[in-house]
Every structure is written in structure tokens, then in C-alpha cells.
């Protein structure tokens, strides 16, 4: 199997666009503080469903929560608990990375995990 052309194929399928952002600590007048930092903008990816929605709904709110999996290029460095805004036909949809299994040699998969309140 030639890997170059695997990950071309497996590439095209990435119509997702991801922004990917994590927290890190600052000094303040000698006060560590932290602050959400963009660590990569646009890139491709795809998400796909794993797993039933959770409908927590009440009077109040609409929780949404799901699981999902990221499928995007091995060089994107995602670390548990970083968050993620995927834009998908103009939609977009908010996730917290889980815990990365080590990376293919042709593309990653992460599990994540969706919370919005509608």
C-alpha cells in the first residue's frame, strides 16, 4: 500500500475546517493567569458521530451532548482538553478534545466531546 496516496485519498474527504485553541498561563503583575490561545486556524479535518445524542432538555435549556471523533493530519499537535470550533457548510459546532491516541502515520483520530446549549 503506498501511504502518500492513502493520505490523499483519505485527505479529500476532510471538508471540515477546524480552529483549534488551548489554555495557557501569563504572568500579570507577578499573577499567573490563563488565557484560551489559537494554536492552529482553518485546518482541514472531518468529524464524524460515535455515539447517540444525550437530549438533557428542561423547561430552562437544550443541553446537547455527543461523542464524536476528529479525523485530521498527524503533524496537528491536540492535546486533551483543548477546544475546538469545527465549521462544517457554514455551521459551527463546538467540541473539547479527549485523549489523543497516537497519531497514524496517515492521519490522527481524537475522541471529542460536544456540549452546547441551544
Do not use: W
Not at 1 to 23: G, P, V
Not at 29 to 45: A, F, H, M
Amino acid at each position: 500500500m503506498n501511504l502518500r496516496q492513502y493520505r490523499r485519498k483519505l485527505e479529500k474527504t476532510y471538508t471540515d475546517r477546524a480552529i483549534i485553541q488551548r489554555y495557557e498561563d501569563y504572568e500579570v503583575d507577578s499573577e499567573t493567569k490563563q488565557r484560551l490561545i489559537t494554536k492552529y486556524q482553518d485546518e482541514p479535518c472531518r468529524v464524524s458521530q460515535t455515539g447517540l445524542a444525550r437530549n438533557g432538555q428542561t423547561e430552562a435549556e437544550n443541553q446537547i451532548d455527543y461523542d464524536a471523533k476528529l479525523f485530521i493530519a498527524p503533524e496537528v499537535e491536540i492535546l486533551q482538553g483543548d477546544e475546538l470550533e469545527v465549521t462544517r457548510n457554514g455551521r459551527k459546532y463546538h467540541f473539547t478534545a479527549g485523549e489523543p491516541f497516537p497519531p497514524y502515520s496517515t492521519h490522527q483520530e481524537v475522541n471529542l466531546t460536544r456540549k452546547d446549549r441551544a
